[in-house]
């Protein structure tokens, strides 16, 4: 039995879970009843992926995320890689343009310098891809066992050259909900890796920045009213807490949602969901239906396998997120306690 | 033996060691060798504590660091005010009003709710203090001896107001050289607590925030040529970056640096020397000598105790450091290896 599914919002831990990190009850929980009381302040209170600020004439979005993934080296990418795009992603997801990033790494006491040096070069690599500077930086060192090899955060500003507000709020009914291509490789080979398993093809991670798509679609006038990337709790957490941010109903189509076989498969044999699995290169976009069909073609000239599709709906009224099974059920899609595949990213 | 000291540059270590995140010798060697060829970059080679962004007609200074103390909590303070006032100094270091904050925390599972709700509380209140807005966060937890407690990365942006160039690259032959206060506090009451020693009066951190200091000086239009907080390596190694990266010569007369008497106590028992250690409210400052009296006023009006005083000059030629010592011997100061004190911050 998985205690913490139990009664999630009265009880008070008085240790801290794995789950407390995993994106789900529990992760929102901690924020809600404990920084943001204390850090109170309207930019943190919107509940997305980076800041909003103002400054001078100059409006930027501000982002951070610390990355613990385990192992340190994935099909796909490597823990340098994730660092830089997912911080990248964040501020795209602000419809920000990338510009700086800052990076702390964590390092543990007894590991390997090649590792490093690889790892840092992967970051270099990652960084010029998405053309972002990385422009200050901090190292601290743990004695042996203190640490998991490399922690690395990354903190990222970006410009917002554009007039739109996009965020949950900006949700509306009648928004149509465009999922970016197929999800559930990102977890699946992290999985996969850790736990020695193989499959008959290797899944790769689908790390990978997304600014470029994003930015083309604010030159292409899309009117985006909000996006999310899909990693920590899957597309299942990132709908569910935009809903809840919005206030506002969601309809999806189990049917329409893209996952590859050899992933299904995985997810078959360890009684994983797909819609709950990190995603590192996948997200979703709420645009008015007259733009559907522009905003799918931009996505998929940027994306390897073009799979990009409507996945659902912004219903008139209620609230939460409703999925409809591919036996036609419509059922209730709740959010997890934690994550499924603890240090995912 | 010490061996990272026999030959700290030639030899490339095929494993990652504790002094590597000293702020000394081996960590310069890793920032210098690998970090900064390959995220090249002009920012990233002022080796200022942050970097200065021009973003539309905004002036920024961005600065990140990550804490991992040991122990979390100590007289004076903890890790969460640590962390604030960490990036807060830094900021105020590159002159810039220090205005947004994001944190990413680390979580080692079983870590007590109770200590990291006080971590977080004493985050909230060194944020306000300081005037600084959390704006943006991130969580992660990790298994049971992946971690040790709580790490904290902060990331900050301040705004510049002012046109002079505060770094290393501003200071001239002339220079009056400022030290805040007394030194070695900070290291001392953390190693007292890790170590379990006892003196006769509790030795407290001097962990505060700089950023109102700095901000008068400022206004009195005094001309700042460099400023840097004196953490990691203490006043030692800060004057030895300075005096690289400013390609100038710097003299201190070691009569002139203040020192509590229960941290001299304290160093010559353990055989420490107060220079090489870190504190987390002291800074020096380089201005004209005109403007010594002026400056020095500033800063006693805003510190406890009010020992700023002229530690020393910049030279007309030569480089690095020397101090002439109590018994009126002048002997160069050196970089050591690591730190006297591992995860002193």
Known sequence: MNKPDSCPISKEYPQILVAHGGGGKLMHELIEKMFI??????????????????????????????????????????????AINGTVNDLAMCGARPMYLSTGIILEEGLETNKLRSIIKSMGQAAETAGVKLVTGDTKVVDRGKGDGVFINTTGIGIIEHNLQICPASVR????????????????AIMAKREGLSFETT?????????????????ANIQIHCLRDLTRGGLATSLIEIAEAADVS???????????????????????????????GRFVCFVPPSQIDQTLQIIDS????????????????????????????????????????????
Chains 1, 2 share one sequence.
Request: charged share 20%; glycine share 12%; aromatic share 4%.
């Open 203 to 219: 899944i790769e991670s689908d790390c990978t920045s997304l600014e470029k798509v994003v930015l083309e679609m604010l030159e």
């Open 173 to 188: 009914p009648g928004d149509a909900i465009i999922l970016s291509g197929d999800i559930g490789r990102h977890g699946v």
């Open 250 to 280: 969601i309809q999806i189509e189990e049917n329409a949602i893209p996952v590859l076989e050899e992933v299904q498969g995985a997810c078959e044999i360890l009684g994983l969901d797909p819609i709950y699995i990190a995603n590192e």
């Open 37 to 82: 009381p204390t850090f109170q302040n309207p930019l943190l209170e919107s509940r997305h992926d980076g800041a909003i600020l103002e400054l001078g004439n100059t409006k930027l979005a501000f982002t951070t995320d610390s990355y613990v993934v385990d192992p340190l080296f994935f099909p796909g990418g490597n823990i340098g890689t994730l």
């Open 302 to 345: 940027h994306m390897l396998g073009g799979q990009a599709c409507v996945i659902g709906t912004v219903l008139e009224t209620g609230t939460g997120v409703k999925m409809k099974s591919c036996l036609g059920v419509n059922r209730i899609v709740n959010m997890l306690s934690g994550e499924q595949l603890p240090r995912i990213c």
